[in-house]
């Protein structure tokens, strides 16, 4: 996990009357990750067509690199809804982002003059021979449209 950048834990639903729903305005719900807070929700608003207050379909929590344990070979997610609550959840997914190695612009271009170089010793006049055949193809075909 030395490349990553971010983990983040997704909780959606993707039926429309789904979600965290209570009966009861400001119930509490729990998001634990390995038995430990990452976010706590309220069902403050009213669900849309519902009679019931609730919260949106799908939850993110931006979870602490620090404090997950890589070697673990498993992590637990736990969803805790306060009585009269219920959650209809449809997919639990935790997301890496890792950092992307770029190559330097400077290493193409000298990786390709030592290419072009190297081609050129060993083909010399037959390999410029060859790219103008295959740049008067292309020539060709782009006339015939």
């Known amino acids: 996990m030395k490349s990553a950048i971010e983990l983040t834990l997704r909780i959606s639903a ?8 209570s009966n009861k305005k ?17 069902t403050d608003s009213r669900m849309p067509n519902g009679i019931d207050y609730g919260f949106d379909r799908e939850i993110t929590c931006r979870l602490n690199l620090v404090n997950v344990d890589a070697t673990k070979p498993e992590h637990t997610v736990r969803l805790e809804v306060a009585e009269a609550s219920l959650w209809d959840v449809d997919e639990i997914r935790v997301e890496l982002t890792t950092k992307r190695k770029r190559v330097r612009e400077w290493v193409l271009v000298l990786s390709s003059l030592v290419a072009g170089t190297l081609l050129d010793a060993a083909f010399g006049k037959s390999l410029q021979d060859w790219f103008a055949l295959v740049w008067k193809v292309v020539q060709h075909l782009g006339s015939c449209r």
């Open 14 to 21: 993707f039926r429309y009357h789904a979600g965290l729903h």
């Open 26 to 42: 400001h119930n509490r719900a729990s998001v634990l990750f390995d038995g430990q807070l990452v976010q706590e929700l309220f």
